[in-house]
């Protein structure tokens, strides 16, 4: 069964005759998310510190909830690699800083279609990198850095967490929220989920035209990560998913191949709820439940003292 809460929200978007995003160009989509974010989402919560930062010329925005040095979460922001930003993510990123006590570097990354892959892949990485090479001046501490970003943010963290273990600089965590991990859309749920559930399967190929040019790329582990071809000494992992999503089963899937490939890692679905749930903890109240869990496998993760 649907959440009833979901269910009202939908209906009030049919009501209220809400365009659907592929028919909007990118940016018209992108002032409407940023529009009706503050119908979804609650009040943002004040931190200790917030600071507008450039990572080697990507806009970046870093909250600490207290002094001192802390663990810290690089949190890459949804919206299908082509809308989203610092600001549709203000909230969720404040909520996660206090309720889990650590520093999280918000990363606003370029997009499609006036960016195309693999530059969203390219600048994630290479914010990765940075909070790295600057811990010390970001108050961060260097051995406490985990990845995590919802849907297509999901990607990116997945894809960033790979690259940071090649390179040999294995973060210590990755939280993925409802992420995407294979581009084909080949997983049964596109099928069941694909229509009436907000994230349709004519707004996945809006956002995957708008952001890979060439359907060979979609094949690229920096694009579909589970196709990775080895999924071995991962950082342990939290994978959220919603029940009534198209990416709900390759969330899944990506879930069982790193525990397949003998990783740590937590599966939660959501069974009542709908892509992009999480931030919308005004009028979803499960919102404020996965809120809550993310907050505390982060904590425990990065082994952050109860506040």
Do not use: K
Not at 114 to 123: I, T
Not at 264 to 281: A, S
Request: hydrophobic letters at 45%.
């Amino acid at each position: 069964m649907l959440d009833p809460q979901a269910r009202a929200l939908l209906d009030l978007m049919v009501e209220r005759q809400v365009p659907p995003t592929h028919t909007l160009s990118p940016a018209d989509a992108r002032r409407m998310y940023r529009e009706r974010r503050g119908y979804t989402q609650p009040d943002a919560p004040p931190v200790a510190e917030v600071r507008e930062l450039l990572l080697d010329g990507t806009p970046a925005r870093l909250y600490r909830p207290a002094a001192g040095v802390l663990p810290l979460l690089v949190y890459f922001h949804g919206g299908g690699w082509v809308i989203g930003d610092l600001d549709t993510h203000d909230v969720l990123c404040r909520q996660l800083a206090n309720a889990a006590g650590v520093a999280v570097l918000s990363v606003d990354y370029r997009m499609g279609p006036e960016h195309r892959f693999p530059a969203a892949v390219d600048d994630c990485i290479a914010a990765t990198r940075y909070a790295r090479r600057e811990a010390a001046a970001l108050g961060i501490d260097a051995a406490r850095i985990a990845v995590g970003g919802d849907s297509a943010g999901g990607n990116l963290a997945a894809v960033a967490a790979i690259a940071a273990r090649d390179e040999g600089t294995p973060l210590a965590y990755q939280l993925l929220i409802y992420p995407g991990t294979d581009m084909r859309a080949l997983a049964p749920s596109h099928r069941s989920n694909g229509q009436g559930y907000l994230l349709t399967s004519d707004s996945i190929a809006y956002y995957r035209g708008h952001y890979i040019e060439d359907e060979a790329h979609w094949s690229d582990w920096r694009a579909s990560p589970l196709l990775a071809s080895d999924l071995a000494r991962m950082p342990p992992a939290l994978v959220l998913t919603a029940g009534f999503d198209p990416l709900r089963d390759e969330g899944r899937q990506y879930a069982d191949a790193l525990s397949a490939a003998g990783n740590r890692v937590q599966y939660v679905c959501f069974e009542r709820q709908i892509h992009g749930f999480v931030p919308m903890g005004r009028v979803i109240d499960e919102a404020n439940t996965a809120v809550d869990l993310c907050a505390a496998a982060l904590r425990r993760a990065l082994a952050v003292a109860p506040a």
